[in-house]
Structures are given as C-alpha cells and as structure tokens.
C-alpha cells in the first residue's frame, strides 16, 4: 500500500490539473482518512527569499527548514518537496537555516569542499541538502557514497539517508565491514543512487577489482574528514582517485565533500606550519574550498553554544598504601625473572628493552613489560625442556606483573577496591587454568597480602581525591539544574566500569544512573559493546532515562547524543581535534566543560590545544582570503609532490617464505603445527589442516557462540598442555566443516633448520606461502 500511494503522489506531482490537491484532501477527509489531519493547503504560499542571489539553483531545498535539538532527531521528517507545487506542504517538510546554506553554497556550485564547522550546527543535514541537489542535477547517472568511519555513525547515517530520500523515490542501500559478507558490493553499488559505506569496504573492493574505479561514483562524502591522512582507509581512497587525477585518466571523477568540526594542525606551532599542514588535507582529498560560517556567525552562535571551560587541579594521594604493597609483589616477581636471567648468564632483565626509568602504575612500565614478554617468548636452548620450563615461567612473571600495573593504573583514578577487584578476578581466571607450580607460587604471593589489601580498600581515609572532586561538581551541577545531562569521558573501559560502580554505591549520586559507552573492539581479552548494546545505552540516555553517560573516545566523534549541558574530562586529553570534539557534546546553552586532572601537565596540554585551535581558525581565514586560482595551484603541487614521494616509498610485496617451519605455544612452547598445513580462509583467516593438530588443543564452548559473516563462532581453543591451556584462537563452523581459526599472536615461529625462533603480533607481519583453503582436501 505504501509503495502505491507513492507512486499515486508521483503521478499527480506531474498533473496538469492544478485542483488535484484539494481533490484529493476532500477524497481523504470522505475516507476519514487520518493523512488529511497532516496535509495542510496554505493559500497564497510564495516562494521563500533566499538573500544571496548566486543561491538561485538551489531552488529545491528552500521548502525545507529545520529544528536543531537535537542534531539528527528531525531529519526524518525532511522529505524531497515537489519543486512544481511550492505552495502545498506535502511532507511538512523543514527549513534548512541561512548558516546552512552558507556552509552548502560551495560545493551546491559543484566544488570539491571541506565544510568544517562545529559539532552540533547539522553538518549531516547540510550533507543532505548537497546530496539531493546534486542527484536533482546529474539526473539517473548520479551516483552518491557517504563515508562513515565508526559503524554506529553509519547505522545511524544509513537509517538518516534511507528515511529523507527513500520517499522521494530514490533508492539508499549500506554496507558495513559487519554486513559485507551477506550482500554482493557491486551489485549494491550498480543498483542503488545514495550508498553508505565504512571506507575500509571500498578500499577492498578497489583493490580486488569489484569496483573498477571511483568513476562509478558522481559525489563522495566524506564524515569525520580531517582522519584523511598517512594510512587511513580515507587516504587509501584518495591515492586511488589521485593516481587517476594525476595519471591523465579519461574516466571522470566524483565530486569531493569533506565534513568535521575541525581540521587540526598536527604537531604546527605557527601560523606558516598550520597553513601548510591544512594545504596538505586539502591536497589529499582534492579540495579547493574550506567552508565556514562567517556571513551568518550569529546565527550560528543562538543554535550552538560553546561551553564554559573549568580546569580542576586536584591533588593525588599522598601516601598509598595499595601502591606501596602491590609495588614491593611487582619487584619480588622482577626479582624472580632476573634470577632466571642470571642463570642463563647471557642477558638481563634490563638490557632486554631499550625503554629506561620505567615507573610502577603507568602507561611507559606497560610498554617496558610487553618489549620484554615478545624478547622472552623467542629464547632458543639446546634442551627444549630446559627451553619450554624457562620461556613458560617468563611468559607467567611478565603477564603477573602487566596485570599488577593495570590494578596501579586503575586504582589512581578510580578506588582502591576497583584495583583490588581487577587482581582478584585475575587470580580466579588463573586458578581456573593450567595453574602450574610457578602460578601457585604467584598466587601464594599474593593472597598472603589480600587481607591487608582488602582492609586498605575499605579504610575511607583512602578515597580518592578525585572521585572526591568529581562528587562535588555532580552534587553542585545537578543541585542548580536537576535536568542536567552529562557526558563522562575517561580513557579505558575499566575505569569506565568502575566509575559506573562508584557513582551507582554513592548514596548521593545514585539518582543519576550512569549508563556506559565504549568501543566494540577487543583489547587484553575484553570483548567491546556490541552495537545492539550501544544503540539501546543512546536510546536510554535520550529519552531521559539516564541523566549521565560515561564514554570512552568512541564518543568523540559522529555518534548522536542527546544534547548535553555538561561535559566532564576526567583525565581525558588529547589533540586539538579531540578537545573540539568532546567539548562539542555540550552544546546546550549555558553549559560547562570540566577538566579534571592530578596532573598538571594535563591542564597545560589543553591550554595548548585552545592555542592551537586559535591558530587553526586564523590560518582557515588567511587561506580563505586566497585568490582560488593560487589555492589550487598550491594543492597541485602538494599533491604532485606527495604522489612521488608515496611511490619512493611503496613497499614491495615480500617474497613468499616457502620453508616449512615449525608453531610452538608462545606461552609453554609445545609444538603445535607445521606452517605447511596452515590455510588461508577467505583471504584473512588461518586454518590447520590434518588430524596431527586437532590432538595439540582442547576446545570449550564459546562464552559468546554467534554468526560472523559465513563463519559461525563456536568454540575457543587451548593449548593442551595440562599446565599450560594458553588461548589458541577457536573454533567455526564454515560451510559444512568445524575447523579451527588460530591468531599468530599466540605462537612463536621456529626455523626448523637454525632454530631460530620469530614472535609476530599480525598474520600480515608473517608471510608464509599462502596455500587457499580446498573444500575437495578437506573432503578427502
């Protein structure tokens, strides 16, 4: 019935009967027909002013206005508006602003554009109006792609573009690398005027050859642009569409728009650098206009506000105790590696890595403790008992010791007992695994101290200053507004749960319910949010349900969130790019931008970036005041340059090692297979084959079974060893085979021959022959 009705207001838009309107509202009122309350005929409608004459083509979007608050939430309500009948409110469509129009002129004239403006002012539904005018313009040939980097930004630009376009007949399809697997590219491509993609899935199937060029395209979007640079998957767009700029290709290429709240200027400390450094983003994405409010700055200023700024110095602890036994267990388990070392008598502790003055709880030690597990994880010995015993007890002191200084870490921003609780869920995990000698003697250690631990954490002469601070801006902020929104940014997802936990068990806080935002990547064995997760924790905080959200980085940029009044730093700093980013999301007016820190080289780096944010908008200026022609003289040349350059520098692709070497544990080194039975699945996953190998594992049922594209996750895989059970990887269902998917991280490569051994982190930084996968070998 929906796609009836549609094509029925198709035809009657093209009818030469100027009364079918009316006709049609009287048929609908006969029908008691609810549309007929929505569909309202304003007599003697006139066309809305535009004050710039050169806006003339644009007539189409004028019957459009539009509600900010907040950014995304009305878009659906935009519809294409039949530019033959002005004068009837089909859709109640809405107004876009004269700031939005401004930032829309340039490429509206069809200029490659970067539009920068900031967060909260509707740079999406500027990308629209550019995009329906474009397709109005190009006809059946135009062709649109919208680049979203984080996959909630492109649900959420997907189901934007779907519900403004998809009524006026135009068809919107996505792909995402989560979806990649189920729909066919080139025919999603070939059949579809408006596609959203994450940028990665074009760059494969640029270099597969499914899509032959960005010829097929007559306009790209890019969201979030200023990420165009070194190896970016938006770079690896813009080297394919400059290698057919700069290579004399007849195909035509696509119009460029660029959109971001801020350019940045990289490591510049100067005007001159800072120009530079934007001329180079321009080159790379093909640019000869910067977009920016100027004739309309007030206007602007009513709808989005920039939030007050607060820096809070806050006292770290003075004497803790927690730190003081978990660092004496951290030098007792030094100790223990060194004594192997001296064993050896060939090498220490200390020349293993070339990181010096390494402090316990902090990021460098992290560092330090990972360059000294990857150096212990290739010791060669004749006596490959002797070899397995040493590199097994090194592989447990190393990972005891990045653990304690992950609970050091934790416990300096949030409480004591989240430290605790982090060491005592690892302990459990430990117990519940091989759980050797050297693990019994390691977690000895530490249970002799866990008591003294545990009344520590609950002594409240050892809270923390800064959850002390923290409570006091919540309380205070809440107690003048009880309708304040908050964003909490922190930097890990631990601290992000514990922080949750804190404010839920403070009697004074608890009325706020904290909801928690992070990425959906993996890091140290945590699994991310899953985006369902993500999507039901926006839903809740926009409709009032929580009056906080505490979010890592993946908050920074993009992802829509209710319009906020405050906006906390805790221990939160980054680039200039980032600071715009996160003071964005308090748009509301008369809000506020806390920066909470122990740390005062923290404040001084965000006084640096508000310097550097000053001097990004003076150099947007100065080039904006260039003559176009010596802009695009400039880009040129920058451009030419950069292609040289890339191609002096283009790696090439490394000989296959066809030697057949030997995988052993990385933890116990057992052996485990040959690289000679190793296939490669579907381009990026790693099988054995033969019966010899399912004998070195033992399987478990998967915490979290699911469907992955063709793969059906089912089991995790453990080393065998009954001491060891170190994690290999899993378990799939692909096609009609269970077979298992290993990562290289978990094993160390020995060279048969010389017994030297190799540790790589990535399957890309090894480089085996790559034998395909052969359903008829595994049939046989």
């Given at each position: 019935?929906?796609?009836?009705?549609?094509?029925?207001?198709?035809?009657?838009?093209?009818?030469?009967?100027?009364?079918?309107?009316?006709?049609?509202?009287?048929?609908?009122?006969?029908?008691?027909?609810?549309?007929?309350?929505?569909?309202?005929?304003?007599?003697?409608?006139?066309?809305?002013?535009?004050?710039?004459?050169?806006?003339?083509?644009?007539?189409?979007?004028?019957?459009?206005?539009?509600?900010?608050?907040?950014?995304?939430?009305?878009?659906?309500?935009?519809?294409?508006?039949?530019?033959?009948?002005?004068?009837?409110?089909?859709?109640?469509?809405?107004?876009?602003?004269?700031?939005?129009?401004?930032?829309?002129?340039?490429?509206?004239?069809?200029?490659n554009t970067i539009i920068c403006a900031p967060t909260g002012c509707g740079k999406t539904f500027v990308s629209l109006l550019i995009c329906e005018h474009h397709l109005k313009n190009f006809g059946q040939k135009g062709k649109v792609v919208f680049f979203a980097i984080q996959i909630p930004v492109y649900e959420q630009q997907k189901s934007?573009?779907?519900?403004?376009?998809?009524?006026?007949?135009?068809?919107?399809?996505?792909?995402?690398?989560?979806?990649?697997?189920?729909?066919?590219?080139?025919?999603?491509?070939?059949?579809?005027?408006?596609?959203?993609?994450?940028?990665?899935?074009?760059?494969?199937?640029?270099?597969?050859?499914?899509?032959?060029?960005?010829?097929?395209?007559?306009?790209?979007?890019?969201?979030?642009?200023?990420?165009?640079?070194?190896?970016?998957?938006?770079?690896?767009?813009?080297?394919?569409?400059?290698?057919?700029?700069?290579?004399?290709?007849?195909?035509?290429?696509?119009?460029?728009?660029?959109?971001?709240?801020?350019?940045?200027?990289?490591?510049?400390?100067?005007?001159?650098?800072?120009?530079?450094?934007?001329?180079?983003?321009?080159?790379?994405?093909?640019?000869?206009?910067?977009?920016?409010?100027?004739?309309?700055?007030?206007?602007?200023?009513?709808?989005?506000?920039?939030?007050?700024?607060?820096?809070?110095?806050?006292?770290?602890?003075?004497?803790?105790?927690?730190?003081?036994?978990?660092?004496?267990?951290?030098?007792?388990?030094?100790?223990?590696?060194?004594?192997?070392?001296e064993e050896l008598g060939t090498v220490t502790l200390e020349n293993l890595s070339q990181i010096q003055n390494r402090t316990f709880g902090t990021q460098k030690y992290e560092q330090w403790i990972i360059a000294i597990q990857k150096a212990c994880a290739v010791f060669h010995m004749p006596d490959k008992e002797k070899e397995s015993k040493i590199c097994k007890a090194l592989f447990l002191y190393t990972s005891h010791l990045r653990k304690y200084n992950d609970a050091l870490i934790i416990s300096e921003d949030a409480q004591i007992k989240d430290g605790l609780d982090y060491l005592k869920d690892f302990f459990r995990n430990v117990q519940a695994a091989g759980f050797d000698e050297t693990e019994q003697d390691l977690t000895r250690r530490f249970e002799e101290k866990l008591q003294e631990l545990e009344d520590i954490s609950m002594d409240p002469d050892n809270e923390n200053p800064k959850l002390g601070d923290l409570g006091f801006i919540l309380k205070e902020e809440y107690h003048l507004n009880p309708e304040t929104k908050t964003i909490l940014f922190v930097k890990t997802r631990a601290l992000a749960d514990a922080l949750k936990k804190w404010i839920q068990q403070n009697s004074n806080l608890s009325f706020l319910k904290p909801g928690i935002l992070t990425g959906r990547g993996k890091t140290n064995q945590n699994t991310g949010m899953t985006l369902p997760a993500q999507k039901s924790v926006l839903d809740t905080f926009r409709t009032n349900g929580d009056k906080i959200l505490i979010a890592t980085s993946v908050a920074d940029e993009g992802i829509d969130i209710a319009q906020c009044n405050l906006v906390i730093l805790y221990e939160y700093v980054g680039n200039v790019i980032k600071m715009i980013q996160t003071r964005g999301r308090g748009r509301a007016k008369g809000s506020k931008c806390f920066l909470l820190t122990s740390n005062a080289d923290v404040i001084e780096k965000e006084k640096i970036n508000m310097y550097k944010e000053n001097l990004m908008n003076e150099s947007i200026s100065s080039l904006q005041t260039w003559d176009e022609a010596k802009f695009k003289d400039k880009i040129h040349q920058i451009q030419i340059q950069e292609k040289f350059f890339r191609e002096s520098q283009e790696k090439v692709e490394p000989e296959p090692d066809k030697k057949n070497k030997k995988l052993l544990c990385r933890k116990c080194k057992a052996f485990a297979c040959y690289t000679a039975d190793i296939r490669v699945v579907e381009e990026s996953h790693y099988t054995v084959v033969g019966a010899a190998f399912k004998e070195c594992f033992v399987r478990v049922p998967h915490p979290k079974p699911k469907q992955c594209g063709s793969f059906e996750k089912r089991e995790k895989i453990f080393c065998a060893r009954q001491n060891c059970r170190h994690d290999w990887g899993i378990c799939v269902r692909y096609k009609t085979f269970d077979i298992p998917v290993i990562k290289i991280h978990s094993f160390v490569v020995e060279d048969i021959a010389t017994g030297v051994q190799m540790a790589y982190d990535k399957w890309k930084d090894f480089h085996p022959e790559k034998i395909p996968f052969d359903v008829g070998e595994m049939s046989k």
């Open positions: 019935m929906m796609a009836g009705a549609e094509k029925m207001v198709e035809c009657l838009l093209r009818s030469d009967k100027e009364n079918w309107p009316k006709i049609l509202k009287l048929a609908l009122e006969k029908e008691e027909c609810q549309l007929s309350e929505i569909w309202t005929i304003e007599k003697g409608e006139n066309d809305v002013e535009v004050k710039d004459t050169e806006m003339d083509e644009m007539e189409t979007s004028y019957v459009y206005s539009y509600q900010e608050e907040p950014e995304y939430q009305n878009l659906s309500q935009n519809s294409c508006p039949p530019s033959e009948v002005p004068h009837i409110n089909l859709y109640n469509p809405l107004k876009p602003r004269d700031y939005q129009l401004e930032l829309a002129l340039p490429a509206m004239k069809g200029k934007v573009f779907s519900k403004h376009f998809e009524r006026c007949g135009y068809r919107v399809a996505g792909i995402s690398g989560a979806t990649s697997e189920s729909y066919p590219v080139e025919e999603i491509v070939a059949n579809n005027d408006i596609i959203i993609l994450t940028p990665q899935i074009l760059v494969n199937n640029l270099k597969n050859g499914i899509i032959p060029s960005l010829s097929v395209f007559t306009l790209m979007i890019f969201d979030e642009c200023h990420n165009t640079s070194k190896h970016h998957p938006y770079n690896m767009i813009m080297f394919n569409y400059l290698d057919q700029k700069l290579g004399g290709s007849s195909g035509p290429l696509p119009q460029i728009i660029g959109l971001t709240a801020s350019v940045g200027i990289g490591n510049a400390n100067n005007k001159c650098e800072a120009m530079d450094y934007i001329c180079k983003l321009c080159a790379s994405l093909d640019t000869s206009v910067i977009a920016t409010v100027k004739d309309n700055l007030e206007e602007l200023e009513q709808i989005v506000y920039k939030p007050q700024k607060f820096f809070r110095k806050v006292e770290a602890r003075t004497n803790s105790k927690f730190k003081c036994i978990i660092s004496q267990l951290m030098k007792e388990i030094e100790n223990l590696a060194e004594s192997i070392f």
